[in-house]
């Protein structure tokens, strides 16, 4: 099994904005692929909202069932408000895994909750938009991982061509 495999599931996504930061989140957090089930996805696809080109980089497949074809080992976890899930900031993350997250309008399946290694959710009031929630589960990931690069050389590689701003000495205060 690849050592840094991160899959992102996705159930049924509906909203090609959505869906375009998830693909915009796998490429900033290093995911190795992208997963989804259902059609409606497919029927937006001509509204890409995927600005970085990531689709180019990392794969995203429609396929039948999120957890085909994947490794037995692989664990899965799903996000899900599910009573008796274990709040993100206690996770402790696999080095790999499939994480699983619902439809914007809808939740997991039973059987998938059923199957997962462990079930996480983010301790928010009310239920967050899709890609905020991969977004948050990804850079909670990061936080975590404490061989993550980090520095002004991966600054100048992440940042946008049109960002040129420094950070400039501030002149001394007289005492």
Known sequence: ?????????????????????V??????????????T????????????DTQQVARRIPANRVESLLDDLPQELPVICIEL????????????????IYLFGPEDGTLEQALIDRADAVVYIPTQGCLNLAATVNLVLYDRLCKDPHHEQGDAL???????????RIRAKPATPA
Do not use: W
């Open 82 to 97: 599910v009573e008796g899930a274990v709040a993100l900031p206690q996770f402790v993350h696999p080095a790999q895994a």
């Open 23 to 36: 693909l915009r989140a796998a490429g900033c957090f290093n995911a190795t692929a992208v997963r989804y």
């Open 38 to 49: 259902g059609t409606r996805h497919d029927r937006a696809a001509q509204y890409s909202t």
């Open 155 to 165: 600054i100048r590689r992440s940042r946008d061509t049109n960002n040129n701003v």
């Open 1 to 21: 099994m690849n050592e840094s495999q991160v899959i992102i599931g996705l159930s049924n996504p509906k909203s090609p904005t959505n869906m375009g930061a």
